[in-house]
C-alpha cells in the first residue's frame, strides 16, 4: 500500500489544520472558475518579505482601500477579494482555527486569541511534564508569531513543513495534503494572515516525540488523490470539489485510514477509519473510546444512501441523512468551521464524494452523540 511516513509524530491521532502553499505545488487538474479554482490577481512582488520587499498584503493593498469587512479589490475568480478568500480558506475550508485557536472552559474558541496558538494541543504523555508535549504555532502578526517571517518562508512552513532554522514541522500539522494547493490560495491565506490582530503568545517548546522531526513528509501523490468516475454526470463541479475536499486536502487527511505504525495510507483516501481516541479530542465517557472517521466513498459501508443534499447538511448542519449530529472531530455544524462553507462549495463537495469509486470499509463509525 502506498505510505506516507509518519513515523511516531502521529502517536496521537490527531486533526491538525492549517494553512500555506507554494509555487512549486500546483495542482495539475484544470478546473471551472467558481471559488474552489483559486486564481488570484494581484500587484507587487509575490515572495517578498519582511527583508524590504512587498508582503502579499502589501501588493493587495497596493491602489486599494480595505473595505469595512476586511476585504480589499484585488480580485478572486468567484468574486471573492484577496484576503476575503484568505479569511474563508483559514477559518471554513481548512478550519485552521480548531487546532490554533485556544479555547475557553466551555470548549468554544477564544476569539480574543484567534489563532495565536495552543500550549500542549497534542500530548503523548499527559502524565509527564517532560515529555509529549506539541504546541500549535501562534499565526497572528506578533513577533512570537509570523511577523517576522516573510511571505515565502510561511509557505515553506505550511506546505512543505520546513521552518526558517532548517528543521522540519512535525506532520501532526498536515502541509503533507496542503501541498497540492493553487498558488493563488496560498498567497491569500498568507495576505488574511497578515492581518490578523497580534496576540503575544509565544508557545511552549515541542518536547518528545515531536521536537525533532528528522525530515518533511512529501506531498500527498496527486495519483493517490482519487478522480470522479467516468460516469458521474456533473464532471465539473465534481472536479471542483475534488480540489477542496483532496488537494487542499482537510476532509482527505482525516477520513484516510494508518496503518499500525501510523503511516498514511494514500491509496485508501476517503474510505474512513481514522482512530480518534477521545481523549485526544477533549472527550471523556460516554463518548466512545475511539471513534473513527466514516466511509466517504459511496459504498454501503459509506455514503452509498446519502444525496448532494444530505451531503451538504452534513458538512453545514452537522448532521447525518438520518438527522442525526455527526461526532467530533468533524467541524461540521452552523457553529463549526464547515457552516461557514458557501453553498456552492459545499455542493461540490458533495458531487465529489459521490463520484468517488466505492470502497468498502467494514471498520464502520458507530460513534453516536451522547443523549441522541
Known sequence: MARLGLGG??????VASACGGDDAYKPTTPHDSGTGDGSVTNTGSKDGGMDGGNTLLDAALDGSQPGNDGS?????DGGLALVERGRYLVENVGACGDCHTPRNQDHSPNQALKLSGVDCFADAFPMD???????????????????????????????????PDGK???????????????????????????TLPAVNHMVKAAQFPFADTPAATPTWPQANIPQPRSDYPDQAAALRGRYLAGEFGICME???ARDESEHVLTDR????????????IGLDAPWPAVIYSSNLTPDTTGIATYTVD?????????????????????????????????????????HYLLSLPPKANMLANTCSVPGT
Not at 9 to 14: N, Q
Not at 72 to 76: H, K, R, S
Not at 269 to 280: H, L, Q, S, V, Y
Open 129 to 163: 511534564d517532560t515529555q509529549g508535549c506539541l504546541s500549535s504555532r501562534n499565526l497572528t502578526n506578533d513577533e512570537t508569531g509570523l511577523k517576522n517571517r516573510s511571505d515565502a518562508e510561511i509557505k515553506d512552513m505550511f506546505l512543505h513543513g520546513m521552518r
Open 310 to 350: 444530505d451531503v451538504v447538511a452534513a458538512l453545514k448542519q452537522g448532521i447525518d441523512n438520518m438527522h442525526k449530529p455527526l461526532c467530533p472531530p468533524m467541524p461540521a455544524g452552523p457553529m463549526a468551521a464547515f457552516g461557514g462553507l458557501t453553498d456552492a462549495d459545499a455542493t461540490d463537495i458533495a
Open 72 to 76: 480589499v479589490e484585488t480580485t478572486v
Open 9 to 14: 509524530a502521529l502517536l496521537l491521532g490527531v
Open 269 to 280: 483516501a476517503f474510505e474512513g477509519g481514522r482512530a480518534f481516541p477521545r481523549e485526544t
Open 254 to 256: 482525516c477520513h484516510t
Open 168 to 194: 522540519f514541522l512535525s506532520p501532526v500539522m498536515p502541509y503533507y495534503v496542503l501541498g497540492n494547493m493553487k498558488d493563488g490560495d496560498a498567497d491569500a491565506i498568507v495576505a488574511y494572515l497578515r
